[in-house]
């Protein structure tokens, strides 16, 4: 399969949809639609899930009722399978809680003329830090693929955690 030329407008549309649905607590349980039964993968804060039904679980877990969203910067590059790896950098706010900055990757995986989230990983982007001047956050993502015995980079995404706060 060839990479896909529509893989920005396909992550930005992707990112759309999804913070939609995640972000309103009664359409949060349509994203069960966008993960497969068995080979959808979520790192959520470290704890590993499985397949659409213990993600499902998880999400239904959160117990927050409001959130605002502020979308940074979306980063996508096309896959050799024909699929999308979007790296997110935003802040969040949940109900009354501070906002606070987070990291979610997505690995979009084709099936069809569709695709479902074969992996997502979110993290918020917390600093065990007292200084005055912390250094910047950043997220970096890299796809490994075998090579012999060995292993080569074949995507990297960087980003700097800086937000306009104007």
Do not use: C, W
């Amino acid at each position: 399969m060839a990479l896909n030329p529509q893989y920005e407008a396909i992550g930005k549309g992707f990112v759309q949809q999804y913070y939609a649905l995640f972000d309103d607590p009664v359409q949060r349980p349509n994203l069960v639609n966008m993960y497969n039964v068995e080979s959808s993968f979520m790192t959520f804060e470290g704890t590993q899930l499985q397949g659409s039904v213990k993600i499902m679980e998880k999400l239904s877990s959160l117990t927050f009722q409001k959130i605002n969203r502020i979308i940074t910067a979306v980063d996508s590059q096309p896959m050799f399978d024909g699929g999308v790896i979007i790296n997110v950098l935003g802040r969040l706010q949940t109900d009354e809680d501070l906002p606070q900055s987070y990291i979610q990757t997505f690995v979009l995986k084709p099936i069809g003329q569709s695709f479902f989230v074969q992996h997502d990983i979110f993290r918020l982007v917390l600093h065990d830090t007292a200084d005055e001047d912390p250094p910047h956050a950043f997220s970096q993502v890299f796809v490994l693929k075998p090579l012999g015995a060995s292993f080569y980079v074949q995507h990297d995404i960087f980003r700097l955690g800086i937000h306009d706060s104007a």
